[in-house]
């Protein structure tokens, strides 16, 4: 996974590179325990959004902040506590989890199969199924940024986050806003709970 800059950090961004770069950033922060170098850029980021009052100001200005607060080993043993260690992790990050009960059931095998319709596959280095959600949301990057118009086009967008994230996404951020020993993560999911209602109430524009 490439590194993603903070969606805030410059006016002159156009959405669609501040779509990729939202996507890219929760792909980073949910993949694997956080490294000291993309904390210390959270930390550093611009809180106030380009037009005082937009939607994802307050949560990424909550998300910023509790970065600051904590260290860096309090937010990498928050990831370990909440998604690590052998066995049942406190909060799944599978949609096939959230959609059938169990993992590696029939959500993933759908999955799959759209990922081969838009060329897509798992790279054999990546020791998570692909309907963790932050591989879901490098696709979503990747069907923003890329350069095949082809597959990289709204529509695709729109089908994709759809079918793979919208139906359970809310249900991962209320997992992780209401477990006891979140903080970091909670803010998170509160941030990405935002961004996918912003996402959403676009994509309706679209229909």
Not at 35 to 45: C, Q, S, V
Not at 58 to 77: F, K
Not at 109 to 138: I, P, V, W
């Amino acid at each position: 996974m490439m590194p993603a800059s903070p969606p805030m950090s410059s006016s002159a961004l156009d959405e669609e590179t501040a779509r990729s770069e939202v996507y890219g950033l929760l792909a980073l922060l949910f993949y694997a325990v956080p490294a000291p170098e993309l904390i210390a850029n959270l930390r550093a980021a611009a809180t106030d959004a380009p037009t005082a009052g937009a939607f994802l100001e307050e949560p990424w200005r909550t998300l910023v902040g509790v970065a600051r607060e904590m260290s860096d080993a309090a937010i990498q043993s928050e990831y370990n506590s909440l998604f690590g260690g052998i066995g049942k992790p406190e909060v799944y990050l599978y949609g096939s989890h959230f959609l059938s009960g169990f993992l590696n059931e029939k959500p993933l095998a759908k999955l799959r199969t759209d990922l081969g319709q838009l060329g897509l596959a798992r790279d054999e280095n990546m020791s998570e199924t692909e309907d963790h959600f932050a591989y879901l949301c490098e696709v979503m990057r990747y069907l923003i940024a890329g350069d095949d118009v082809a597959v990289a086009n709204l529509t695709r967008q729109r089908e994709f986050f759809a079918s793979h994230l919208q139906p359970w996404v809310t249900m991962m951020c209320d997992d992780l806003q209401k477990h006891p020993r979140a903080q970091f993560y909670a803010a998170l999911a509160g941030f990405t709970r935002a961004f996918m209602g912003v996402e959403a109430q676009g994509f309706d524009m679209l229909a």
